[in-house]
């Protein structure tokens, strides 16, 4: 096994590594699963890519997510790792995960997400409208679409249809890229008390949505969610509930307007294709670029390299979606593909609660925007950015198009 290694640093590989770092995520994995890189941010930590070599990472428990219990062996977790609002499914191992995941299924269910599915329309064809309404056949599709769609639902699935959204977004963008070491926590700093009064309010006069079903729900031995972790699982549920859309509609625009003969035929086939170019989107150019990183518990042997004790690791899932071994072909963007087998959101038991949801909302936005803006094009290069820094979130800031 080797001993620790000096970071490479991932923009001497490449200067365009933040808007296409496939090619250097290729070459380090053709040199092994695992690397100790520093990040365009200034971040020190490990990687691992490959496909095998992410899934197991993703269920190695030397791989922890607890900041609360082993975030004393990673003196550079931000201050507000320790506050409240860190006590959801996202940020627990086992045995806290499985007691919060079970509280939250009961009512996060398939069938609340599938009822969505008129109004997700709704929302949908009504942004479009508004795209349409001046009359200048242009929009920045982020913005106009991909933005408010899922936060409208997820604010709706959660009973909070007066969430200050804008200010949201700010607080949302800080959290999952930050400007800032200060502003990551600034915004934290904001969004607890809002939420908390949020919880307040439907303590009071609790509705059939998510967030009072979750405060009312108990198990047969009638354990309940603790304040705190309402109040986390409520910021979980809105940060992460929308994000993924966001940018896997933007993602799968941007992929299609850089591959023609796929939007075609995708356009020519919408009842046939429309399921399989999502899962070749995600695949091919997911929302996610990493995982949230990983704190190793202990030193860690994995992949041929030795991990010390507190060391950050991020799972790369972009590069695992493009590891020849498990997809033929893989730097092709081709909606005719089985992309089953992806690892787009996670694997394991992190794996994405609101996967179904974020999987419903991009089929009906694509679908709504093909069919009712069938001269749909990018206005400029679709790659253009700003793209969103860091490993966690993969997109652009702004998607200009034109119909």
Request: proline share 8%; charged share 25%.
């Amino acid at each position: 096994m080797s001993s620790p290694r000096p970071p490479v640093e991932l923009l001497k590989l490449s200067p365009d590594f933040v808007a296409n770092p496939y090619p250097v995520y290729a070459g380090l994995r053709e040199q092994g699963p695992v690397h100790r890189v520093l990040t365009p941010e200034g971040e020190d930590l490990w990687i691992v890519v490959g496909h095998e070599e992410c899934r197991a990472a993703y269920v190695d428990p030397r791989f922890s997510r607890d900041w609360r219990t082993y975030g004393h062996l990673a003196p550079q977790l931000p201050a507000y790792a320790y506050g409240p609002g860190n006590s959801h499914v996202l940020l627990s191992d086992p045995p806290d995960h499985t007691r919060l995941r079970r509280l939250v299924a009961r009512e996060f269910t398939p069938r609340r997400i599938e009822a969505l599915a008129p109004r997700v329309q709704q929302v949908t064809d009504a942004l479009i409208d508004a795209m349409e309404a001046d009359g200048a056949h242009t929009a920045d599709v982020i913005d106009a679409l991909a933005f408010p769609l899922p936060m409208t639902v997820i604010c709706d699935l959660l009973g909070v249809p007066d969430l200050d959204r804008d200010s949201f977004r700010g607080w949302s963008n800080e959290v999952v890229s930050p400007t800032s070491p200060e502003a990551e926590v600034a915004a934290y700093g904001a969004a607890m008390p809002y939420l908390t009064g949020l919880i307040q309010a439907k303590r009071k006069a609790p509705g059939e949505d998510l967030l009072s079903a979750m405060i009312h729900t108990a198990d047969e031995a009638g354990d309940r969610l603790s304040e705190d972790e309402l109040l986390s699982m409520a910021f979980l549920l809105i940060v992460a509930g929308h994000e993924t859309t966001v940018n896997l509609i933007g993602n799968g625009l941007r992929a299609l307007f850089n591959h023609p003969d796929q939007l075609a035929l995708l356009r020519g086939d919408l009842d046939g294709l429309l399921d399989s170019a999502v899962e070749e989107i995600l695949r091919f150019d997911g929302p996610v670029e990493g995982s949230t990183p990983r704190i190793a518990r202990e030193d860690v042997e994995f992949g041929g390299a030795h991990i010390p004790a507190g060391s950050s690791v991020v799972i790369v899932m972009a590069d695992a979606d493009r590891d020849g071994t498990r997809f033929d072909e893989s730097a092709r963007f081709d909606i005719r593909r089985d992309a089953r087998g992806h690892i787009a959101f996670g694997h394991g038991i992190h794996y994405c609660l609101g996967a179904p949801l974020a999987r419903l909302e991009g089929r009906i936005a694509l679908r709504t925007l093909l069919e009712r803006l069938p001269d749909l094009a990018a206005e400029g290069s679709p790659d253009a950015g700003p793209w969103i820094p860091g490993l966690l979130i993969r997109g652009v800031r702004e998607l200009p198009v034109r119909w």
